[in-house]
């Protein structure tokens, strides 16, 4: 019995790696460019983030403290820029401070997804096809990281990034959209040179996101396939 459970327990992580890839999928092509430019969108986005976190406590996460902390983070991460907008006009906070909040609170959420699909994706056991799409999944979250960083550093430090029109990235909500577009061309190493980052700070996390875009591949995947392989291989 508990070994049925134990596979049972298996085959739903597994199957969850792939509904999670999906979503990210949706949530970094279709939702953010959408939510940019229409309520609609923004609303498909907070739908994909529900769905997201959804499948991670009921899931992965085996831990009441970890379900608890994803769920909270997901709660700021939802009504985080209404409440700041009602704090911010009540303790006269400039608008940079109250994005920069909801920023380091996406980025906080983001970390501990992050990690928690990295656990799974690379723990014992046989590899499925699943988990190669969890680690694609894990591919796609860290260039969702790197987005928000690169945020919180046009936040912190303005023009850190030379735009192909003026007046910066735009509001919060393209803003998201124009550095999660900046985050996929610079881990996939396409490089299309309309946004450059021009503060060392910001150039520093373009090249460390560059070489991580080039590594995963060759070896975590690599170490994937290889795993497989040894478990396939009778002993002796």
Do not use: K
Not at 185 to 202: E, F, L, N
Not at 217 to 228: D, G, K, Q
Request: contains cysteine.
């Amino acid at each position: 019995m508990a070994v049925d459970e134990l596979g049972r327990r298996e085959r739903l992580v597994d199957a969850g790696l792939s509904t999670l890839l999906l979503l990210q999928g949706v949530t970094l092509f279709v939702a953010i460019p959408l939510g940019a430019r229409s309520a609609a969108g923004r609303m498909l986005l907070d739908g994909c983030h529900l769905a997201f976190a959804a499948i991670c406590v009921g899931v992965l996460a085996r831990h009441r403290i970890i379900q608890a902390g994803v769920v909270a983070a997901l709660l700021l991460l939802l009504g985080g820029p209404a409440l700041m907008e009602r704090l911010g006009a009540d303790l006269h906070l400039q608008a940079f401070a109250r994005h920069e909040t909801i920023a380091v609170v996406a980025f906080a959420f983001n970390g501990g997804v992050t990690a928690l699909i990295a656990r799974h994706v690379f723990s014992p056991g046989r590899v499925t096809v699943h988990r190669v799409r969890g680690a694609i999944l894990l591919y796609l979250n860290v260039a969702a990281l790197f987005a928000i960083a690169y945020g919180l550093v046009e936040l912190a430090v303005p023009d850190a990034f030379r735009w192909p029109t003026a007046g910066g990235p735009g509001p919060f909500g393209v803003h998201n959209a124009d550095f999660t577009y900046f985050s996929l061309a610079t881990i996939t190493t396409t490089g299309y040179g309309d946004v450059a980052p021009i503060h060392p700070i910001a150039r520093s996390l373009a090249n460390l996101e560059a070489v991580f875009g080039q590594l995963f591949p060759a070896t975590l995947l690599a170490r994937l396939v290889s795993r497989n392989i040894s478990l396939e291989q009778p002993d002796g």
